[in-house]
């Protein structure tokens, strides 16, 4: 049976597209038949598809999607849902569809003050599901060692909000991926692909 899995935030630059990419990466590296629907009007996920098939082909499809499609049967035994920043729309309509919701998000101020409306969106919309919606913040670009980092995890935890027990770090090597077919290290999302099919089984 597919599993959808929508990945949000309502900020711009948390690493929706990234996430998008490297998860299905991961998850297609495993033997899993992937799609990314991509939802964001820039074609962000299409542009990095595109981009790919110059040198090395990326391992699962990109879609363009909407809101009619992303409720639509799929073949895969994934769809993962690039959601676009500032179109709540869409963003409502891809976590309707979806089975499990991820977050991305940086731990500034500035990140921490924009996280909170798609998270209480989120909850409102599992109270609101007939079937179990799963979901969790992950947190990219990320330094545990910092003091924003600890009170954002702690913030989020105290509203009783999952966190991912996966930390994607701040990683030039991540940034020069874009555009290409992802191999070897994917810094954490190999382990995020484990803790969502995990969750999602």
Known sequence: MTKKIAICNLKGGTGKTTTSILLATALADKGHSVVVYDA?????????AECAEETQP????????NMRTMKGAAREDY???DCPPGY??????????ADFVLVPTGHSSLDADRVWSILETLRDMQAGQ??????????TAANPRTVSYREMDTAMREEGFTVAPVVIPQRE????MVGTRPEGDLHGYRELADYITAALS
């Not at 990326?58 to 999607?65: I, K, M, R, S």
């Not at 409502?92 to 569809?97: E, F, G, N, S, Y």
């Not at 090597?173 to 020069?176: G, R, W």
């Open 58 to 65: 990326l391992p699962f499809t990109v879609a363009a999607a």
């Open 40 to 48: 964001d009007p820039q074609g962000s996920a299409s542009a990095w």
């Open 173 to 176: 090597a991540i940034k020069h």
């Open 79 to 81: 769809v993962l849902i």
């Open 88 to 97: 709540p729309q869409i963003i409502d309509a891809a976590i309707d569809a």
């Open 130 to 139: 007939d079937h179990s919606l799963g979901g969790a913040v992950l947190m």
